[in-house]
């Protein structure tokens, strides 16, 4: 890779958080997000797409898993800090797990609201 990849100043991270970012944060060394899931099985669906989207793009986070939630830390651990590779990354998992066909018109139903089949807690 022959780009240069910037570190961003504290003041960065917190702009572009607040304008694209809903429900990510920064506590000074990552941007985090956590994801609440309904059971184990939809914490573990949850784990196995990150993982895909993070092999896919080689940019890989720490992640805090427990039975009903997800915690994503993104931090360039080359760069020891906050750089574009982190909210592209961040980006790209926001889209894929908060995907609802639903919302989109498609004939795809989305996941039921059931609490048997439910996968990840969304805000309304």
Do not use: C
Request: net charge negative; hydrophobic share 40%.
């Amino acid at each position: 890779m022959t780009n240069v990849i910037e570190v961003f100043n504290e003041e960065q991270i917190n702009e572009m958080l607040n304008k694209d970012f809903k429900d990510w944060t920064f506590d000074g060394k990552w941007i985090r997000k956590t994801y609440k899931t309904h059971s184990w099985k939809g914490t573990l669906m949850l784990v196995n797409a990150i993982g895909h989207l993070s092999e896919i793009a080689w940019h890989h986070p720490d992640l805090v898993v427990s039975y009903a939630f997800v915690e994503v830390k993104l931090m360039n651990h080359a760069k020891k800090g906050i750089t574009q590779l982190d909210f592209d990354l961040a980006k790209k998992i926001d889209e894929f797990i908060l995907w609802n066909p639903k919302e989109e018109g498609l004939s795809l139903e989305g996941t039921p609201d059931d609490q048997r089949f439910a996968y990840v807690k969304t805000k309304k």
